[in-house]
Every structure is written in C-alpha cells, then in structure tokens.
C-alpha cells in the first residue's frame, strides 16, 4: 500500500545547484502532478502529465523541468536553484476516470531549502 | 482570477461546538467536482470530503459534511462536534478540465484552531 512516494523528503540546496525530486506511484494512475506549497497560497500546480511520455505547463513552471519516462514514475528537475524556489513540494496522481471524483492521492510532500 | 477562495485566514473555535469553513468557486464548466483536504501539522494532505457538480444531495463523512450551493457556486464545509485533533490547515480545491486535461486547483487555505 505505498501509494505515492516522494523522494527525498528534505533537502537543502546552495543557490544555483541543481537537484531532481523523485515521485513514484504504485497505482497504475495516468495523470500525475507536481505543486508547489508555500505561506498563505495554497498548493500551485507546477507541472502536470497525463500519460507516460507526456508533460505540460501548469501555473508556475518557470525554473522547473519534468519528466515522465516510465508511468510510474514522474520527476521534477531544479536547473539552477534559486531562493524563491524555497517550498514545500507535493506529487500528487490519480486515475482520471471511475471512483469517486477521480480521487487524487498525495505524496508525503518534499521540504526544500535554497539558501 | 482565483478560482478558489477561502476568505477565513484563520478560525478559533470552542471544543464540541460545529464550525463551518467557507469555500466559494468560479467556474463556467457544467462538470466538475469539489474536494475538502486536511492538512495537519505534520504536513501530509488528508481527503476529507467529495461533490460533485450533479450530485444532488450534500457530501457526507462522518463529521464532515459539504454544503453545496450550486446557485451561490459556495462548497462550505461542516465539521460538527469539533474535536482538538482537528487543529490543521484545510484547504477546498476544485477539479477542472482545461487544456484537454483534469486539473485540482487550490484555495489559500484556512487554518482552524480549536480551543479546549
């Protein structure tokens, strides 16, 4: 019963290092999320896929890549990390049909530090 | 434009009493589904509660309750009998369809405090 798993769960970074953050789902789901949390704003999505092969923009891409090689899997690359880019991340993944609303299952989140 | 707004930064309530956190959307979609999340301290984000845009009855799970208004494009949630582990963020989030894609779009969040 893993469920979403978001590795690591805290890092701290030095401004313009680079670094991947790892979401991993066991739930054969088509549609995988990255947000991005900060104080006073709520989850933001970054970016999105809906398939193995696929990735699109979501609100605020801007210093993100991703990627989706495999289903399961789905990563979200720091470039060049910058302070602004301090946040909490959360994966999130669902089936996109059938349940209950679509019910979306979250990862645990990944702390992240620029300084 | 916010799709999604939380106008209570902040709620304190008494132990026991029923509070209700306010949600209100935008959306010109005649499908689309409303969700309630918990998010303790400890950080991880916790379902709560579902509605969809046709169903016509009000969402219930246990103590939770959502009060759709369609009309008012309001999706309040009820928590009846407030117990202190129900200290945390909650947040109201919208599941839309853009872009060819679903998508859950946040609200700021509202962090209810509940006072013995």
């Known amino acids: 019963n893993a469920g979403v798993t978001q590795t690591p769960k805290f890092r701290v970074l030095k401004t313009g290092q680079s670094m991947t953050l790892l979401c991993a789902q066991d739930?054969?789901?088509?549609?995988m999320y990255w947000y991005r949390q900060d104080p006073g704003m709520g989850l933001r999505l970054i970016h999105y896929?809906?398939?193995?092969?696929?990735?699109a923009k979501g609100e605020v891409p801007d210093g993100y890549n991703v990627s989706r090689l495999k289903k399961q899997n789905f990563l979200l690359g720091l470039e060049s990390a910058a302070p602004s880019q301090t946040s909490v991340y959360f994966c999130?993944?669902?089936?996109?049909?059938?349940?209950?609303?679509?019910?979306?299952?979250f990862g645990s989140g990944t702390r992240l530090t620029v300084v | 434009a916010q799709k999604i707004t939380q106008t209570q930064p902040g709620m304190f309530v008494q132990e026991k009493e029923a509070v209700t956190l306010d949600c209100t959307y935008d959306?010109?979609?005649?499908?689309?589904?409303l969700f309630w999340y918990k998010q303790p301290s400890s950080g991880e984000m916790i379902f709560l509660i579902y509605?969809?845009?046709?169903?016509?009855q009000n969402a219930t799970e246990g103590r939770y309750s959502l009060n759709f208004q369609k009309a008012r494009k309001s999706a309040n949630l009820v928590i009846s009998a407030s117990q202190l582990g129900d200290s945390a963020m909650y947040f109201c989030?919208?599941?839309?369809?853009?872009?060819?894609?679903?998508?859950?779009?946040f609200g700021q969040g509202t962090r209810l405090t509940i006072n013995p």
């Open positions: 739930m054969n789901h088509e549609y």
């Open positions: 959306t010109s979609d005649q499908s689309y589904g």
């Open positions: 509605q969809g845009s046709y169903d016509e």
């Open positions: 989030a919208m599941r839309e369809v853009s872009e060819g894609a679903q998508k859950l779009v």
């Open positions: 896929s809906v398939g193995e092969g696929t990735t």
């Open positions: 999130a993944s669902t089936a996109g049909t059938g349940g209950y609303g679509y019910g979306y299952t």
